[in-house]
């Protein structure tokens, strides 16, 4: 006689609660929020613009207020990205992104650039 615990329906049972185990987890993984700050570029500018300001840069909506700008990743790199926003907005003091600010070297490039 078969014990429950090797009986085919035992088994099926057992991959099926694997399975709602493995795409719930998925599932909460890919909704959870990601941090807001991992997903955007900022940037000050040199000189503050005179009115808030809303430009598409490399196909992505960028606003500035003041000397502040935002954006969200867009998939280029950090420096190609902010040589258009130089271009869109003025000489930029910093940029930041996902991983972290540009260097003095790489901010004085993105000026120079645009």
Same mark, same amino acid.
């Given at each position: 006689?078969?014990? @429950?615990?090797?009986? !085919?329906?035992?088994?099926?049972? @057992?991959?099926?609660?694997?399975?709602?185990?493995?795409?719930?987890?998925? *599932? $909460?993984?890919?909704?959870? !929020?990601?941090?807001? &700050?991992?997903?955007?570029? #900022?940037?000050? @500018?040199?000189?503050? /613009?005179? +009115? !808030? $300001?809303?430009?598409? /840069?490399?196909?992505?909506?960028?606003?500035? +207020?003041?000397? $502040?700008?935002?954006?969200? /990743?867009?998939? &280029?790199? $950090?420096?190609?990205?902010? =040589?258009?926003? =130089?271009?869109? *907005?003025?000489?930029?003091?910093? *940029?930041?992104? !996902?991983?972290?600010?540009? #260097? &003095?070297?790489?901010?004085?490039?993105?000026?120079?650039?645009?």
């Amino acid at each position: 006689m078969t014990t @429950l615990a090797n009986s !085919p329906l035992s088994r099926t049972l @057992l991959a099926a609660g694997l399975a709602i185990a493995g795409t719930l987890a998925s *599932f $909460a993984a890919t909704t959870t !929020p990601a941090d807001a &700050a991992a997903t955007r570029y #900022s940037a000050k @500018l040199t000189a503050a /613009v005179e +009115a !808030p $300001a809303r430009k598409v /840069v490399n196909g992505v909506l960028w606003n500035c +207020a003041g000397d $502040a700008c935002s954006g969200p /990743v867009d998939g &280029a790199r $950090a420096i190609s990205t902010c =040589v258009k926003v =130089v271009k869109a *907005f003025g000489q930029v003091s910093s *940029f930041a992104g !996902p991983k972290g600010e540009l #260097s &003095a070297e790489d901010l004085q490039r993105c000026n120079a650039a645009a």
